[in-house]
Structure formats: C-alpha cells, structure tokens
C-alpha cells in the first residue's frame, strides 16, 4: 500500500518519439511505451532499440522512468525470444515490464528477477482477491481492471502487497481487458495479441451500443490521491503527441494542485479528443448512464486545432573547470537531481603564442548536442591559470566523460536463458460440459449420461433441486459480490458439488479455501506451457486452453479443447438485455438479447449477475467429426448456450459418431 500524503505517479503513454518527447515536456513522472514485438499496441509506430535507447536517456536525465509493455499472450515457441528481448530491456535500464502472460512472468522471475513486473490490466484483476492470489509472481504494481469502482480501489490498495495503478483517462473497451475475443474470432486479429480490429467501434442495430465514450477521472483527482493509488495511468499509445502532451499536462497541473477539474479544464481535455464527451460510469457505479459515445465531426474538428507542442528543454547543468599549471584539468558536472560527475583529463602545457581564454574554454565544454544536457556557459565555473594550453580534442574529451558519467547505466548485462517447455501439468477430467442457463440443463438431464463433468452456474443452483458435480463460477468478481460467491460455495460443497469452473485468480482462490477441485476456465488465458505449470501449481488440476490456440500450437500443451459451443467474445459491464436501464431487468435479462451487425449477423447475449452481459458468437466451434486432426491427449468441452434441448441432443448424438453437424459451424485455424 502505498502511504498516505504522497502524490501518485503520474504515467503517459508514448506511441512514438515524438510523443515520448511530448510526455516528458508535460510532466509526466513516468512513460509507457512498446517495443517492436510482444506488445498490445502492434499498429503504433513503437521503438526499436536504438530509438529506445535515446528515450531512456532523456527520462532518466529528468528523473522520469520507463515501462516497456511485453503485454500480449505468447505462443510456446515466442517465450525464449521474449524472455531474450526482456533481458536486453533491462541491460538497457528500462525500469519497468508490463506484462500480460502468466507463463512469461514465472520465467522473468526465475531468469531475471531484479526487474520490476507490473501486471498488465489484461491479467484481468477485479478485486484484491485477485491480487493475493497472485502475489508470488512478485508484481511490484497492479494495473486494476477500469471497470473496479472507487470502493473496489480503495480495497485493493488497502489489502494487496503491489502497488495499486488505475486509469484515469482515455479510450475505453467495453469487454473487460483480457477477455475479449471478438476480433481474433470475427475478423481474425486477436485483440490479446495487440491487432483489435476494434469491433466494438462499429454500428449495431440502429445505432452505436459498443462504443463507450473516452474514460475521465479529472473531476476525481482528490478521491484518488487520498485513496492511496500508487499510479494515474493516461491511455493512448495509438495517440498523438499533440494529444500526450495536452491530456498529460492538465493531469500533471490537478496533481500538483491536489484539485479536481474546473469545467474550463474538462473542456480542454474535450477539445483534445473525445468522443461526444467523457464518461466517469465505471469509477461511480453508474454503469447504466450515458457511457456510449462515437467520435463525431465536431469532435474531430475540436482536436484538429490542438496541434502544437512546445519542444522539450534540456536539462540545465552546472560547471566546474580546473584548468591549472602542473596538475589533470578537471571538470565537475552537477544536474538538478544532485548527481554529480568528477572526471579528469590531460595535465596542460605552457602556451606558445595564443593560451587558452576562459570565453573560448567555456563555449567548447558548452557543446552539448546530442545528449538531454545543456550546460550554458554562464553556469560554467572556470579556474584557469595563466599562459595554459589544452587541445581541443582534451577540452571536448573531457566534457564527452563527464556526461557518459551523468548518462551512464551501471547494470550488468544478463546472458539470455533458454527456456524448454515446463513440464505437463493437467490430468484430464474426462469429457466436461458447461450449461449456461439453468432451464437448458434442466431439460437435457436425461442425456447428461455422455459427460463425466457437468457444470451449471453457481448463481442457479439454489434455485435447483440436484445439482451436477461442478459449478460455474461468474467471470468477474468485485471484491463486494465475494461474501455472496463465498456463500453460494459453500452450500454447493454442502450439497455435493466437487468441481469449480474458474476463469480469474479471485475464482481460483474462492474456490480453493471452499475446498473444491479447480478446472480452469479459457479465460485464464493459458496460450503455453510455462502458464499452465502456474495455474497447476496454484491448485488447478485441469483446464479449458485459449480458443485463440492453433491445431500446431495446441500439441504441446495439456488440458482440453473446446469442441463444441459459441464462444464468448465479450464479457461487458453494462446490461444490453435490460437496453440501458436497470429497472427492465428481470424478464428481459431472464429471456436475453441478441446483437446485430451490418450484415445481419446475429451475436446471442445471455445475462450474468448483476447486470454484466455476455456476448457469444453467431455459430458455434464445433470439431467432434475431426477428432483424427487432434492430438488425442487433450480432453474435450462443450459449451452450452443458446441451444434448444434437441440441438444439445443432437450434439451429443452427432459428437459420439464422430459425425458432422447439418449446420454452419467455426472450425480451428490451422
């Protein structure tokens, strides 16, 4: 927990140098960025290494550090090259990794442990729960979910180990980080592989359900000082600098000032871009108010008028020159952070003709280009004896030492590992199922004989007279809905249920201390070996894999594949069933929705409590007749939706022969 009566680290995204550059002028006490692989901003300029290089550089000359965002899901044969790049990252002092792979995360901790890791918000941390969970992977910072309130923030801060880091403006998805699927599924860019076709941008029925309007805490800077947040983080690497520079020093301004915004700053931001205003629904609970929103012309007119952005000043040094009879000449260099740099140099000769000047000694230790120093030769101190001579090669020589001395990094460079796949971890469970509503289960019980594990969701099962051996435990979990999740566990252990369904670290520690078996969801995103070992040794004896996995890639792997269902795509805060408004619930939730796109195309919705929706695919995965593609170790699943009780027969019929359906259906990639 961070202490009281500090200032929380202000945090500017940078797509691109001059946006980096943009970042430091407005006072941002540290910058994000990502390199040229293994981040989830893949169609941002981003930095190569030399570039990189420049940027740390200028940050630490002003105190400002660096995170490096390794933040995608990593394919088994992708760890040693991004375990590889993470090691030339800190060689080059980056200061911190934002990470997403759980399995690339144990190797960073085995391999290189004195780089800080923060947990990317696509960990997809909803509660302090989530983050005690997780606390051996040693997170110095936690990037919470945006979608976790202000008293969800002040829990997390209050109980987790991390530091606490929030968002506090910009673009906003609507699908809870880490759990969207609907542009690696429908237009085959994954989202959790940094390529979003952005998909929730466009329109649906008769208008623009999905697009929610850019995030902005700036009326709630005092709440969030006091509450003890490590971190503000701004969002908008796929931004410009004029939009960096702009957001960051209004930010930067209400936090020097302990203030919130007055309605003249709002507006600037609005001026900046925006998309028909800002929304705050999340951090207030207010998720059925008017959060959508779409980048009108008006909206863009506004930003095209903020363009300018000041350059950045160098930072001011102080000098001290020796240059006396008999002894090294010797310059000291002082910058405003109070490090010092003592070099010094050639010893100088008597003059012959024309002996050095103090105007012509302090114009050339002046010359400071290509670095983030200026040293004006008014702030140069210069004690020089009578009749000297010193080369100009010694002069620049000398001022050349004592600024690599200012910029130095002093950290060793780390010999990359090599990283083989870990060891399987999961014993398969036989053929498993999940009904997702109650009233499907309950009118397919006569054939439920073809699994050896069912799952119905934990919310129904007081409503049901015998319950199958798993539950289903919701997505997400707040830190406010775990007294009731707690409680509902322990009536379906009371009642016989073995198995728990999980597909975040907070359901996977309820679950445990409920003392039932842990199948692991796909949402715990396991895309390779080193992953799953964790998620084993956190007590998961089986898992559903990411449906985002290839047929190559699922072969060295263990755990079950998805071979029949509509796969979630979006799992969303707000509800579509109650269309916006919370007092439509019941009966509407009950019956659920449907999403439709330009084409026609229609996604199903079904309810989740309280109000959360989620959104699955028009047609299902299904793969039971191409069981000779597949490697015969994984265990299978089955996803039930939307079905009626003949199509679920006719799955089970179909499955068992090996024989296809009679109806459209999404195949594995290849």
Known sequence: MRRSGTLPRLLAPAGSEDAFYAALAAGADAVYLGGKAYNARAFAPNFDGETLSRCIAEAHARGVEVYVTLNTLLWERELEGALAYATELWSMGVDALICADIGLITLLRRHLPEMPVHASTQVSLHSATGAEEVEDLGFEVVVLAREVDGEGILEAVRRAKAKVEVFVHGALCVCHSGQCLFSSLVGGRSGNRGECAQPCRLPYGEGYPLSLKDLCLASHIPALIESGVECLKIEGRMKSAAYVWGVTRIYRRLLDEGRAATPAEIAELKEIFSRDGFTDGYYTGAHFGAMTGVRREADKEESRQHREVPPLTPVPLTGVCEILPDAPARLTLSDPLGRVAEVTGD???????????????????????????????????????????????????????????????????????????????????????????????????????????????????????????????????????????????????????????????????????????????????????????????????????????TLPRLRALSGRLLVYGRIPMMLTERCYAAKGNPKQCGDACRKGAKLVDRRGIEFPILSLPPHRNQIFNSIPTYLCDRRGELPRHLGEHYLFTVEEPEEVREVMDKASKGLPLARQVRRLPK
């Open 347 to 549: 010893v100088p000769s008597p003059a012959r003709s024309a002996p050095l000047t103090e105007e012509g000694v302090k114009l050339r230790l002046s010359k400071t280009g290509g670095t983030p120093y200026a040293l004006p030769p008014d702030r140069i101190t210069l004690r020089l004896g009578e009749g000297l001579n010193l080369s100009p090669a010694s002069l620049n020589g000398l001022r050349r030492r004592a600024l690599d001395v200012l910029l130095a990094n002093e950290r060793e460079p780390v010999a990359p590992a090599a990283v083989a796949p870990a060891a399987p971890a999961f014993s398969s469970l036989g053929r498993t199922a999940l009904f997702v509503r109650r009233d499907l289960y309950e009118n397919t019980r006569d054939a439920h004989g073809f699994f050896d594990v069912v799952f119905v969701p934990l919310w129904e099962i007081e409503h049901m007279d015998a319950l199958p051996a798993g539950v289903w435990l919701p997505p997400v979990i707040m830190d406010g809905e775990e007294p009731q999740i707690s409680r509902l566990l322990e009536v379906a252990r009371a009642r016989g249920v073995r198995y728990a369904l999980c597909g975040g670290a907070a359901q996977v520690s309820l679950a445990r201390r409920a003392g039932l078996e842990i199948v692991g969801d796909f949402r715990l995103n396991i895309t390779n070996s080193h992953a799953a070992a964790y998620w084993r040794e956190h007590g998961v004896t089986d898992a559903v894999l990411s449906p985002e996995l």
